[in-house]
């Protein structure tokens, strides 16, 4: 007699058409990926999956504070075919896995399943994309989406330097660097300053790390 598995527990959120299987148990499924937040925390599913849509990247953020308040959940992000940053963005942010949007349903509940397995899993494309980024001579930055003007801006403000101190070193208007500080946050998916800080000085901006 074969030996039936446990269903994986999962919220979508964001998602407009969740796979059915009996491998799955759809615990809440809602249509906006900013109340994910709300149903991990209330009923700490296996599984939370939900898309990243550029440009806005709420689902970035929702991937980090749930990584963070609720670490038994893995995270799934779903993201745009062939947006290789957006991988690297993801996985900073805490995700588990990462797919394109375009992936079929029998990919879909094989990632859930992986994922909370505790594996770390990627679609064929991401991964391919992700070694192209490791690979390169580049490093990778801790913030992969922003700009070389971005990620000065975010260097000298973790450094601890004031808008009108960034302006001047870099010979910029205070109000191009304010700007460039209000794009820095909606790419780093937090309009929190402070957090935003935090996270920039964890990953050795600044001289605070």
């Known amino acids: 007699m074969p030996i039936r598995t446990q269903a994986v527990s999962v919220v979508f959120a964001g998602v407009p058409e969740p796979p059915v299987s009996p491998e799955l148990e759809v615990v809440a499924h809602t249509p906006d990926e900013r109340e994910a937040v709300w149903h991990a925390t209330a009923l700490r599913p296996d599984v939370l999956v939900l898309p990243v849509h550029p440009p806005a990247l709420d689902g970035l953020a929702v991937t980090r504070e749930v990584a963070s308040r609720?670490?038994?959940?893995?995270?799934?992000?779903?993201?745009?075919?062939?947006?290789?940053?957006?991988?690297?963005?993801?996985?900073?942010?805490?995700?588990?896995?990462?797919?394109s949007r375009?992936?079929?349903?029998?990919?879909?509940?094989?990632?859930?399943?992986?994922?909370?397995?505790?594996a770390v899993v990627f679609g064929e494309r991401a991964a391919d994309r992700l070694y192209g980024l490791l690979a390169a001579s580049q490093p990778m930055r801790a913030f992969p989406r922003?700009?070389?003007?971005?990620?000065?801006?975010?260097?000298?403000?973790a450094d601890g330097l004031e808008i009108p101190a960034v302006a001047r070193r870099l010979g910029l208007a205070p109000k191009t660097v304010r700007n460039v500080v209000s794009a820095i946050h909606a790419k780093a998916g937090t309009d929190d300053r402070e957090v935003l800080l935090a996270q920039a000085r964890n990953a050795g901006l600044g001289h605070h790390s």
């Not at 992936?103 to 859930?112: K, M, T, Y």
């Open 102 to 118: 375009s992936a079929g349903h029998d990919d879909l509940v094989r990632f859930i399943r992986g994922v909370a397995a505790g």
């Open 146 to 157: 922003l700009t070389s003007r971005e990620h000065e801006v975010l260097g000298l403000l």
């Open 70 to 99: 609720v670490p038994g959940t893995a995270v799934l992000v779903l993201t745009p075919p062939g947006d290789g940053e957006l991988v690297v963005a993801a996985m900073l942010a805490g995700a588990r896995g990462v797919l």
